[in-house]
Nanobody, 127 residues
Framework: QVQLVESGGGLVQVGGSLRLSCAAS????????MGWFRQAPGKEREFVSA???????LYADFVEGRFTISRDNAKNTVYLQMNSLRPEDTALYYC?????????????????????WGQGTQVTVSS
């Protein structure tokens, strides 16, 4: 059974930092893209960042250099380091992974390009 479990969320002040982790189990995701999405109350789930199996990365425009995605394939884990946090970054952050049986693509940013999702970790930035 595939599981993605996020951790590292919490309450932080404006300008602070958090490091999110997503541990995968049930199968290896070392050969597929993984991504982070977020969803604020009343809004659609939106793309934040993606990383390919080889380490290439993609970010949403609103990141503006503040976040860094990385992965440790040996640990089947992906990370999102978030710095200079803003109140508008407040959301539930989800980790996602693509099924290796699907056609290989580079750095997907659409929700439908991912097959496995975690339950989310809450990030709240207070002003």
């Amino acid at each position: 059974q595939v599981q993605l479990v996020e951790s590292g969320g919490g309450l932080v002040q404006v300008g602070g930092s958090l490091r999110l982790s997503c541990a995968a189990s049930g199968r290896s995701f070392s050969s597929v893209p993984m991504g982070w999405f977020r969803q604020a109350p009343g809004k659609e789930r939106e793309f934040v960042s993606a990383i390919s199996w080889s380490g290439n990365t993609l970010y949403a425009d609103f990141v503006e250099g503040r976040f860094t995605i990385s992965r440790d394939n040996a640990k089947n884990t992906v990370y999102l380091q978030m710095n200079s946090l803003r109140p508008e970054d407040t959301a539930l952050y989800y980790c996602a992974a693509r099924d290796a049986r699907r056609t290989r693509i580079g750095l997907p940013r659409a929700r439908w390009d991912y097959d496995y999702w975690g339950q989310g970790t809450q990030v709240t930035v207070s002003s």
